[in-house]
């Protein structure tokens, strides 16, 4: 079995450099209990690059990604561009181009909600008590990726989207895939009602369900999946949808778990794959050490999966709900008695290398002392 991996770090802007180190010491961890090593490169993208280079996706950060076993990817946006609609370099345009050159066209966001933190959420206990939902979109084509035009003198403008079987079928089959290991449920969210695309969608869904035999199908209109999500997001097992309507279901689920610093991300293409946390750049927490890093944990937790470390994965899933419960989060979780972004990272890796046996010492936790070593 490999052992070794060349992992790219992408750490990017806002809160991204802080919630990635945070990963970065928990594969350190993973690292010295299971014998493995990870090489890291790092690469500029996003504004921050743009602010180096001129270019949100240099050269040089595309390399390393593409000779590397996986991508660990913090975020990318600023405010200097949020603000600015004549911008016309954008930090969002990294992401794209790099989702793009390396056929990243599955991006696969998980939903839990934890019992300790179901106060946390804005919704009831039994609305959202045993909610687990996968959430499968497309990510390489459809309107983000489709012809733009802009006549500013005119004030007009369009977006296209577009589809094809081929861009389809592979998510597709993916999702149902996963409904197999579940509960058996796939739910394609569209808006066949008036899209030509959302027809094609189900064209082709309603195809390939004939070779996924005991997994049940259905459809549900993107407006009426907005508002079940909220009335009863429990009745969803596996969701698949195409990429604008993903990329809102998906932000809109995240908050069903009491905070969107929880949710991870993968991102996986034929022979590349990215991992981050969805949460974007929060430049109002930057280098105040109160950003979530479980959410860029998390993820690491869904690349320790695709590299096939399973022992480790499964490890870090652990660790990070033992946290969870013993309430050793940051301030979005836990407002009585925060830890920073730091804190949480080590106390997470501490309890990979030595569970019970962690230097942590709860007594003194709880009361909000200093944790003895």
């Known amino acids: 079995m490999k052992t070794n991996f060349k992992i790219a770090v992408l750490s990017g802007d806002g809160i991204g450099p802080e919630v990635v180190a945070e990963s970065i010491k928990i594969l350190d ?46 975020a990318i946006g600023d405010p200097s561009f949020d603000n600015n609609p004549d911008a016309k370099v954008r930090p969002e345009q990294g992401l794209l181009k790099l989702r793009k050159e390396l056929g990243l066209f599955a991006n696969i966001r998980p939903l839990k909600t934890y019992n300790s933190l179901i106060e946390k959420s804005p919704l009831k206990k039994e609305i959202i008590e045993g909610t687990d939902i996968q959430i499968f979109r497309e990510l390489v084509s459809g309107i983000y990726f489709g012809e733009k035009f802009t006549d500013e003198e005119a004030g007009y403008a369009y977006d296209i989207c577009k589809y094809n079987r081929e861009e389809i079928a592979p998510i597709v089959h993916m999702a149902f895939q996963e409904a197999q290991k579940r509960r058996k449920k796939l739910t394609l969210i569209d808006k066949a009602n008036v899209l030509d695309t959302s027809r094609l969608w189900r064209k082709v869904c309603k195809e390939i369900a004939a070779e996924y035999p005991d997994v049940e199908l259905d459809f549900m209109f993107v407006d009426n999946a907005a508002m079940q999500l909220i009335l009863n997001p429990k009745q969803f097992d596996v969701i698949v949808t195409e990429n604008m309507f993903g990329d809102i279901i998906s932000d809109e689920a995240s908050v069903i778990g009491g905070s969107i610093g929880l949710l991870p991300s993968a991102s996986i293409g034929h022979e590349n794959a990215m991992f981050e946390p969805i949460h974007g750049s929060y430049p109002q927490a930057k280098g105040k050490g109160i950003a979530n890093p479980i959410a860029s944990i998390l993820s690491t937790a869904m690349m320790l999966d695709y590299l096939k470390l399973d022992h480790a994965a499964e490890k870090l899933r652990a660790s990070v709900e033992y946290a969870i419960e013993n309430k050793y989060v940051t301030v979005d979780l836990n407002s009585e008695q925060p830890y920073s972004t730091s804190e949480v990272g080590s106390f997470i890796a501490d309890y990979i290398k030595y569970s019970e046996k962690s230097y942590y010492n709860f007594e003194n936790v709880k009361i909000g002392k200093s944790t003895i070593v």
Not at 44 to 52: M, N, Q, R, S, T
Not at 68 to 73: G, T
């Open 29 to 74: 961890a993973i690292a010295e209990a299971f014998h493995y090593q990870f090489e890291f490169k790092y690469g500029l993208v996003g504004a921050e690059a743009i602010f180096k280079t001129g270019n949100p996706l240099p050269d040089e950060t595309l390399e390393i990604c593409k000779e590397s076993d996986a991508l660990l990817f913090g």
